[in-house]
Nanobody, 123 residues
Framework: QVQLVESGGGSVQAGGSLRLSCAAS????????MAWFRQAPGKEREGVAT???????GYADSVKGRFTISQDNAKNTLYLQMNSLKPEDTAMYYC?????????????????WGQGTQVTVSS
């Protein structure tokens, strides 16, 4: 079973950058979607970015042009580069994975989850 561990969260000023990492316990080489979600207190979990086994990426409208999802298969690691951060980006960020060919933004689509890493953006 896949285990995911996020790292890289922290506190930054608005306009700053962070890079989140998600280390997988094994190489996910068979129809796996990888994704980043985030959840702020009192709000539902929302999809941020996805990447498929074929490299296809998708982004929430709120982060397009600012966030970039990528993966290093050799290191079994998923990344989320976050630039031009805004206070509204403040949330717990979660890495997720699922062996499916088409990657959506619904949390119900993903069976494997990391523990989360906190991102706080101050003004």
């Amino acid at each position: 079973q896949v285990q995911l561990v996020e790292s890289g969260g922290g506190s930054v000023q608005a306009g700053g950058s962070l890079r989140l990492s998600c280390a997988a316990s094994e190489y996910l080489d068979s129809n796996y979607c990888m994704a980043w979600f985030r959840q702020a207190p009192g709000k539902e979990r929302e999809g941020v970015a996805t990447i498929g086994a074929d490299g296809t990426t998708g982004y929430a409208d709120s982060v397009k042009g600012r966030f970039t999802i990528s993966q290093d298969n050799a290191k079994n690691t998923l990344y989320l580069q976050m630039n031009s951060l805004k206070p509204e980006d403040t949330a717990m960020y979660y890495c997720a994975a699922d062996p499916r060919p088409f990657c959506g933004m619904g949390s119900y689509e993903y069976n494997y989850w990391g523990q989360g890493t906190q991102v706080t953006v101050s003004s």
